[in-house]
């Protein structure tokens, strides 16, 4: 089940496990159902891990799109500006995603989602996961990713981006996807500095409780 309290922060990326289940990597499919509007939606996954697809959202985008799902569930309403650690949350009266990335020289620069799936189709959901070249060796001797392929994940500085942004994007797209633990919409704004997914669900786990303890819509 996708919620706060069967979210899992991994080796840069995001699972949910609970009594029975554990599964990996479930931000790209996740982006796709926050960014469609979808809620209540069964998923049968066979083996440790959401497919990778091509590194993006856009083959599962593709799968929701031919599909029918019925209303959402009321959203978890921003009554107030706060901040968890580097992650920003601000009343609006739409749901609204930015984040600023630096990565040094290579890639810095900021992105936004204007909450409709229009704006996701166009400008997020082709964004590939990417790693930069010089992390490859560093990455390998730690024993992680090793289900990276050519075909869905990209390597800065060797790999042709099909964006001048898309590293960029992918971290949006990846703010976008870690909202899906949430368990309901998010009716506001959230702006992440330099985010993680572990820091993504720090903070909607410390907006969760703040919500509650003052009393906003639920």
């Known amino acids: 089940m996708a919620s706060l309290n069967a979210a899992r922060s991994l080796q840069g990326a995001t699972g949910l496990a609970g009594e029975g289940f554990s599964v990996a990597t479930v931000e790209h499919l996740l982006a796709a159902l926050v960014a469609s509007g979808v809620t209540d939606v069964v998923i049968e996954a066979r083996g440790p891990e959401i497919p990778a697809l091509d590194g993006s959202s856009q083959g599962w985008l593709d799968a ?46 900021t992105a936004s989602w204007n909450g409709s799936f229009e704006s996701f189709e166009m400008d997020v959901a082709w964004a590939r996961t990417f790693v930069p070249a010089a992390a490859v060796e560093g990455l390998r001797k730690a024993g ?75």
């Open 64 to 109: 929701v799109r031919e599909r029918t799902f019925g209303p959402e569930i009321s959203p978890l309403v921003v009554q107030e500006k706060v901040e968890f650690d580097g992650i920003y949350f601000s009343p609006s009266s739409e749901r609204r995603v930015s984040v600023d990335v630096d990565f040094g020289v290579e890639f810095q620069g």
């Open 144 to 218: 992680r990713g090793k289900g990276a392929t050519k075909e869905n994940t990209v390597v800065l500085g060797v790999d042709t981006l099909r964006h001048p942004e898309e590293p960029i994007r992918h971290k949006l797209l990846d703010a976008i996807g870690d909202l899906g633990v949430l368990g309901r919409p998010l009716q506001g704004a959230m702006h992440v500095v330099r985010g993680t997914h572990a820091r993504h669900l720090a903070a909607l786990i410390a907006l969760d409780r703040h919500a509650q303890q003052n009393g906003w819509a639920y």
